[in-house]
């Protein structure tokens, strides 16, 4: 059975759904499991997805559109028709693995800051897809953080709060006007 979540790669004047920005507490609220996948979680999927391809992104929780529930869209070649991208729903990181990196990230609740953040660099992670049949996925490389990227959105936690260098937070988040009192370090 393939996907049924078909949608066209492409920028919409107006998506769907609205992205919100740090500082709204509606991105500090952890997402509750989706229950059921049905339509309604698919159409969600598809919104998500067509938010996320107008805003030039490679991934978008649910969370980030003011929908508190355990739903990731992913992918990580947005100008490639033929790649699919990634559903994942209810997701799980089962495994990590030892290897650490430092890469640069972006998030669509923080449009143009850009900071290193270290993170593992393989995953595997447990999820439902968007036909509710469970699957497990092993990951490296910018799939990977972009996974543990999203999935810290479905827990309340942004990218800058990972962020070790405090000096370039703070002044890349006023440069963009954005306060650094939204930020809640990890410990």
Known sequence: MTSQVVIEKKKLENPPLEIH????????????RVAKVDDSIRQL???????????????????????????IVIDCEPDNPTNPPLVLINPAI?????????????????????????????????????????????????LARAIQHEMDHLN???????????LALTEELKKH???A???QPMQ
């Open 156 to 166: 309340g936690v942004m990218f800058v709060d990972r962020v070790n260098n405090g």
């Open 45 to 71: 999927v598809r919104e998500m997805l067509q938010t996320m391809y107008s805003a030039d992104g490679i991934g978008l929780a649910a969370t980030q559109v003011g929908v508190n529930k355990q739903v």
């Open 94 to 142: 089962k495994k990590f693995g030892r290897a650490l990196c430092d890469a640069q990230e972006g998030c669509l609740s923080i449009p143009g800051v850009y900071l290193d953040v270290q993170r593992p660099e393989e995953v595997e992670v447990a999820y439902k897809d968007e036909n509710g049949r469970p699957r497990t996925l092993k990951a490296d490389g910018l």
């Open 21 to 32: 920005y740090l500082g709204d507490r509606v991105l500090r609220q952890p997402a509750k």
């Open 181 to 183: 009192n939204a930020v």
């Open 177 to 179: 006007g954005f306060s």
